[in-house]
């Protein structure tokens, strides 16, 4: 009788050890989303209530870096675990392709025995066609047990449009495509994607609720068009919207493949319309907050606070004005920096300052969750900095986009344009020059350190090209 008491003390100890070091994943991420426009990290126009509450309740990371600029190639990475050039992914198709039977990061999750869904985009698919459509884009089905798109009616929403893009003259109605238009919507929430993917994740929080999930939730705002309904716009006047100092000659250091693909010279978009796209994106911005809010109710109200990690990021950054550039791709520090908030039941808040990369999260939850972490995986598990927000995985952060590299490191940021640098090169004192407006590339005292990058740019790219996939 007393083996048996003691048998199941120690089965229940185990048991209770197991549950503790098994938690749900609740993976939220916003869709070209600069951290900038979040108030827990310092913005003071825009309102992210749903999200900062999340940032006070866990560890928020100052310097997480996307590994790509622009959806297809950040998503494929951090998804498989690889850096966009180990699998040579530098555009918007699945990869599965290239990475064969290797698991996914919430396919990892669903071998391991987790009901995995996918709510709207975590891989890529494009915006707003496919989700006008409500269409899988480039998903990978063996990554989920379910999945679910949100069909939505984007920049052809019922509201007052206007289109700021190439309309100098205003005479354009409003037109769709990715292209930048603001919609002031009628109706609620529901008409939307993000409020269909929000309604959809709460539902299978509470469906499954007594089983362990990975469940991603991809909002699509403030991805353009900036579409949300009419109350979000109101805080937002255009008319006091504030641009980033606009700052004589700046382009003149920049190299040819460092000017954005989006300028406000080539979009045509006056002063006017270029307050009117900030708007634009800070009411889609407190749109998608106010989705965020919802899921995290449903978490609370199924009691699962305590047994589920949360995350939430974007898949890159985006520039809204800083040097007359809109959008992302850019390699400056708008545009490859993400906002990351990783809260862990029974952890303290943090801010934490070391390099993260998007890269990070396959490692990383797969070894809060107790399952094993592949070998193969590019990322670095981080987990330690959940504890001690100065513990260090890492002296760069690495991110491209199709024509050039960066590394970034505490007191610098280096990008080359070109793997022979033949393109040109931006080298920033990010100490003293926070905003990137003077390249010391080219100033004979920076020689060396310039060197320096170039040499530690050819030995990363050696090193993420050293992989199990050919
Ligand atoms: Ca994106």
């Known amino acids: 009788m007393r083996w048996l008491l003691l048998a199941s003390v120690l089965c229940g100890s185990a048991l209770g050890q197991e549950r503790e070091r098994s938690y749900n994943v609740l993976f939220i991420i916003s869709d070209d ?55 040579r992914m530098l555009g918007y198709k699945s990869p599965r392709p290239k990475i064969g039977d290797r698991a996914t990061w919430p396919e990892h999750f669903k071998n391991a025995g987790y009901y995995t869904a996918r709510v709207s985009k975590i891989f890529h698919m494009g915006v707003p066609g496919g989700i006008e459509k409500g269409s899988d884009g480039a998903d990978d089905p063996r990554s989920w047990t379910e999945r679910f798109n949100c069909q939505g009616p984007e920049w052809k929403a019922p509201g007052a449009g206007e289109t700021l893009e190439g309309n ?20 609620d929430d529901l008409v939307h994607s993000d409020g269909k993917a929000a309604a959809k994740a709460c539902e299978l929080i509470a469906k499954h609720k007594d089983e362990r999930f990975f469940l991603g939730v991809g909002f699509v705002r403030p991805h353009v068009p900036f579409v949300a309904p009419r109350p979000y716009y109101d805080p937002f006047p255009f ?31 006056d002063v006017v319309r270029q307050k009117k796209a ?61 906002p990351l908030i990783i809260s ?58 199709g024509k050039g590299f960066l590394l970034r490191e505490d007191d610098w940021a280096y990008i080359q344009y070109a793997e022979d640098g033949s393109k040109g090169a931006e080298l920033f004192d990010m100490n003293k020059d926070p905003m990137q407006y003077t390249n010391l ?30």
């Not at 100098?168 to 109706?187: E, L, M």
């Not at 504030?242 to 080539?266: C, F, H, M, Q, R």
């Open 344 to 401: 862990v039941p029974g952890k303290d808040p943090a801010v934490c300052n070391s390099f993260v990369e998007l890269l990070d999260l396959y490692p990383t939850l797969a070894s809060l969750c107790g399952l094993e972490v592949p070998d193969r995986l590019q990322g670095e598990d981080v987990s330690r900095m959940l504890d001690d927000p100065r513990h260090t995985v890492r002296e760069a952060a690495f991110c491209v986009n």
């Open 33 to 87: 989303l600069t951290a900038t426009a979040l108030s827990c990290y310092g913005n003071e126009v825009c309102e992210t209530p749903n999200i900062d509450a999340l940032a006070a309740r866990g560890v928020r990371f100052t310097r997480a870096y996307c590994q790509g600029t622009y959806c297809g190639p950040s998503r494929a990475s951090f998804l498989t675990g690889y850096y966009p050039h180990a699998i």
């Open 168 to 187: 100098p003259d205003g005479k354009k109605s409003v037109v769709g495509g990715n292209t930048f238009v603001v919609v002031q919507a009628d109706g």
């Open 441 to 470: 590339a080219q100033e004979p005292k920076y020689r060396e350190v310039v060197e320096g990058f170039r040499a530690k740019l050819a030995a990363k790219l050696k090193d993420v090209r050293e992989n199990d996939l050919d």
């Open 278 to 338: 900030v708007a634009g994106y800070y009411a889609s911005v407190a749109f998608m907050d106010a989705q965020v809010g919802k899921v995290l109710t449903a978490l609370r109200e199924a009691e699962l606070d305590d047994e589920t990690i949360v995350i939430f990021t974007s898949d890159h950054g985006y520039h809204l004005g800083e040097h007359d550039f809109w959008a992302k791709v850019s390699l400056h520090e708008e545009s490859a920096a993400v």
């Open 239 to 269: 008319e006091e919207s504030e641009l980033p100092p606009k700052v004589k000659g700046d382009w003149d250091d920049i190299p040819k493949a460092g000017i954005n693909y989006k300028t406000s010279k080539n979009m045509k978009m």
